[in-house]
């Protein structure tokens, strides 16, 4: 049994992103949720991602599953009458750094050292989230990022997960808001896009 | 340092010293809060500045909101919007330094001759600072009023303001016969000048109206030791039971030539009439007018006209004017006393003299009483001043004269050759200033209005006399915009010697009985409220 908050482990990693498999089936954590790792170093790296995308496919690369459902009543009973899917079956997620902590000092912006393959990845804690929350510079790399979710779907999605811990959600969205004006300045659409998606 | 009183508007973000500074207001501030004329300070960062808010207005980061704006009814967008997409800005024009450190705030205010840096903080001017800059009531400091929406006592200092020319400004009803009385209350009290004043309409003396028939005591009300009331009018003194202390009579033998010069445009004069008169005067000396309105027609009179190259319409036009003067009630072939002495006299005691004019209010009269006694007056004090110098004594004890109509006098076709235009530009040689009230002071010639010391202007709306007030001026467009969004009474803006920047203040009520106990025993304040009941019993 894992340890709390332990959600998998890094099977792909960068500077500037990593990718995590599920210890269960589906259970990657929510979009915009905000992820750990830790590099075991002497002063040990902890180092912050954002999840930006979530996967589940076929464990062996090239073999895509086959519709089983034709006969069952429900979507529970192929997972029951064939248990063995859930062993050929993985989720993964991605997500991207933004933020690492070394010394007991926390910095919203890339670390020095990408995580390592295996390294375990934790879902942070309320607390975890309402310190990282403290400043939102970390706001411009979800801006900046090409990923295949749009950046204003994802600053979005991550406030939303981002304001569930604070007990104010809506001054903490205005905070929020004010921020991405500033960072948007010449771009109303875009801070529109994302305004609407954070509106409590 | 600061006062956690005051509060937080912005940050600067761009300026010069010349144009003033721009500063982006904070999301928390709003733009409807704000009002030209009121005081803020800016934090630099070896400096505090003090200046003044002279223009406000709203930006927006993106020109395409302006052209596609956002849903403000949705109240989270508006408040994520105000302050940082949309924002106001404030232009400052700073004045004053007032102290870096807590430690050198003993050096006083001193002029600006630089700005503050890049996104230094801005906020709300507190109490302290306003009155660090203005305030603080004493031997000299004389209260005048209070700043935009603060309690704070804006002072004059008096001994100053006297040492030059000062001038009233404002449309008729602003406030300038009131801000007038509060002065010359001022000077008598702290000793800064004995006043004499030329009175038009009778208000400075005893009782003056206030708008809605409500009379208003005058200084002799107020102050009967100090002040003495002299009349032209007896009949309408005696109406209006005003205790005067002289009646005012001017022989015709008073009336040289020059005091005419003055009455050329009034009395619609040509400039062949005005030389004739100095030629009569030659011919006929002292008594030159009672002679010329009493020749007779006849062949004689014609040949001394011709004799003197008087052309006959020259004469006519002559003697239509002298008719007018002869009509005045006041004037008499021979006084039997002497005005300028009897005023010498009670300027002497230090008392301020009060010339009413009673009914005869009109120009004619006004014009050359005062030229006629401000002359000779005049040239006692230059007189006694070249006497003190020559001899080491003490100089006389500094005059101020009030005019109202101030253009009849120091219009460019006259302030060169009348005694005060020679005052204003003399500056204080012989201790003798001008106190000037005028509605036009586009009438008044630049050179003159470029003399006065401090100028005190209520509310003028003609753009010619907005740019005649404050033409020389430093950062003369921002003091433009505040002057003319003054309120269109009591308010008024200070500038020049006697304040170390511009000031915006609503004028110290003038009126109430509270406001007499006020002038009567300054500094105190809150007595028991039965000593006040008794004064309102006074006053009823
Ligand atoms: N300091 C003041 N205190 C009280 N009332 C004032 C004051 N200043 C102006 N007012 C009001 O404004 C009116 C006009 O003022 P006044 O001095 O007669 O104007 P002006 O001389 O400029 O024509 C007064 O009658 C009075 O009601
Ligand atoms: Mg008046």
């Not at chain 1, 989230?129 to 295949?148: C, K, W």
């Not at chain 1, 979005?156 to 809506?170: F, G, H, N």
């Not at chain 2, 030791?225 to 009646?247: G, I």
């Not at chain 2, 319409?313 to 003067?325: A, D, E, V």
């Amino acid at each position: 049994m894992a340890e709390l908050g332990r959600v998998g482990e890094v099977i792909e990693a960068s500077t500037t992103e990593f990718v995590a498999q599920c210890y269960e089936l589906y259970q990657s954590p929510p979009l915009g949720s905000l992820v750990k790792t830790i590099l075991p170093l002497e002063e040990p790296l902890e180092m912050y991602g954002i999840v930006y995308n979530a996967v589940t496919s076929s464990l062996e690369p090239g073999r895509r599953p086959i519709a089983r459902g034709k006969d069952e009543t429900s979507e529970e009973e192929i997972y029951r009458s064939s248990p063995q899917l859930l062993k050929l079956l993985r989720t993964e997620f991605s997500a991207l750094m933004v933020g690492h902590r070394q010394n007991g000092k926390l910095y919203r912006y890339l670390p020095p050292k990408p995580p390592r393959i295996h390294g375990f990845v934790y879902l942070c804690s309320d607390d975890e989230v309402v310190e990282f929350g403290q400043s939102f510079s970390f706001l411009n790399i979800l801006l900046n990022a090409h990923l295949p979710v749009s950046a204003e779907e994802l600053v979005a999605a991550t406030l939303r997960q981002m304001s569930q811990v604070y007990d104010d959600r809506s001054r903490f969205m205005v905070t929020a808001g004010k921020e991405l004006a500033i960072l948007l300045g010449g771009e109303l659409n875009r801070l529109k896009a994302i305004l609407g998606r954070i509106k409590p | 340092m600061t006062q956690q009183s005051s509060q937080r508007l912005g940050i600067v973000t761009d300026g010069s010293l010349t144009k003033g500074i721009e500063v982006r207001l904070d999301s928390s501030a709003s733009v409807e809060d704000m009002a030209v004329g009121r005081y803020v300070t800016i934090e630099g960062e070896k400096r505090r500045f003090f200046g003044m808010i002279t223009d406000i207005s709203l930006g927006v980061i993106d020109p395409k909101l302006t052209l596609t704006p956002p849903d403000v009814t949705d109240p989270f967008t508006a408040e994520v919007l105000a302050g940082t997409s949309t924002y106001g800005t404030l232009h400052i024009l700073p004045m004053l330094t007032i102290g870096g450190g807590a430690t050198d705030t003993i050096e006083g205010p001193q002029p600006v001759k630089t700005v503050p840096g890049h996104f230094s903080a801005v906020n709300q001017a507190s109490q302290q600072d306003v009155e660090l800059v203005f305030g603080g009531e004493d031997a000299r400091k004389f209260y005048i009023g209070t700043p935009l929406d603060m309690e704070t006592r804006i002072c004059l200092d008096l001994p100053e303001l006297v040492k030059r020319s000062n001038g009233i400004f404002g449309k008729s009803g602003t406030g300038k016969t009131f801000l007038t009385r509060i002065l010359l209350i001022g000077m008598l009290q702290k000793g800064a000048a004995a006043n004499l004043i030329f009175d038009m309409h009778s208000e400075y003396g005893w009782s003056g109206t206030s708008e809605g028939g409500r009379t208003v005591k005058a200084l002799k009300q107020l102050f009967p030791e100090q002040v003495a009331v002299f009349t032209l009018d007896e009949a309408n003194a005696k109406r209006r039971r005003v205790s005067t202390d002289f009646v005012v009579r001017i022989g015709y033998d008073e009336i040289e030539p020059e005091d005419m010069t003055l009455l050329r445009q009034t009395l619609n004069l040509t400039e062949p009439a005005v030389e004739a008169i100095y030629q009569l005067s030659r011919k006929f000396g002292r008594n030159w007018l009672q002679s010329t309105l009493g020749l007779p027609e006849s062949e004689e009179t014609e040949e001394m006209l011709k004799g003197l190259s008087i052309h006959e319409s020259t004469f006519q036009n002559l003697l239509r004017g002298l008719h007018t003067i002869e009509r005045l009630p006041f004037l008499m072939p021979h006084s039997p006393d002497n005005t300028v002495k009897r005023i010498l006299e009670y300027l002497d005691r230090g008392i301020n003299v009060v010339l009413e004019f009673g009914r005869y209010t009109d120009i004619t009269a006004y014009v050359l009483v005062a030229n006629l006694l401000t002359r000779r007056i005049y040239a006692q004090y230059r007189e006694r001043m070249e006497k003190a110098m020559a001899e080491d004594t003490a100089p006389p004890h500094p005059l101020v004269i009030t005019i109202e109509e101030a253009h009849r006098f120091l219009n460019p076709g006259v302030s060169s050759q009348t005694i005060f235009g020679t005052i204003a530009r003399e500056m204080r040689k012989y201790n003798v200033t001008l106190l000037v009230i005028d509605q036009r002071p586009s009438g008044i010639d630049d050179e003159v209005m470029s003399q006065l010391g401090t100028k005190i202007t209520c509310l003028l709306d003609n753009e010619r006399d907005i740019d005649s007030v404050l033409s020389g001026v430093p950062g003369k467009n921002e003091l433009k915009s505040v002057l003319a969004r003054l309120e269109s009474r009591q308010q008024a803006l200070i500038f020049g010697h006697a304040v170390p920047m511009p000031v915006v203040v609503r004028t110290r009520e003038y009126g109430s009985p509270e406001s007499y106990k006020d002038f009567l025993s300054p500094g105190q304040t809150d007595t028991k409220k039965q000593t006040q009941k008794d004064i309102e019993e006074l006053w009823k």
